[in-house]
């Protein structure tokens, strides 16, 4: 269980229903631009992973990747809404 970003206002939650990098499977899935691609080298923007991480799998992104009516909890919509962010 943890705070959700380290805030002890919010009460703890399962690790894997906050985005601790704290986790007990280090593997996680990001969707990504690709910027560049030199040989079997991808340069990406928005990777969610530390240098060196292991890239396991690379997909195309398509309407399957396509996520509607996103549900978020409650205290990732009071901290984007503190911090003037746009809501999913």
Do not use: C, T
């Amino acid at each position: 269980m943890v705070h959700p970003a380290g805030r002890m206002d919010f009460d703890p939650v399962g690790v894997f229903a906050s985005r601790s990098p704290h986790r007990p499977n280090r593997i996680l899935q990001s969707i990504v631009e690709v910027l560049e691609r030199k040989g079997n080298v991808l340069r990406v923007r928005g990777l969610d992973a530390l240098d060196g991480s292991p890239v396991l799998d690379i997909k195309p992104y398509d309407l399957f990747d396509v996520v509607s009516n996103l549900r978020v909890a409650g205290w990732w919509l009071q901290i984007h809404d503190q911090h003037g962010l746009k809501k999913a």
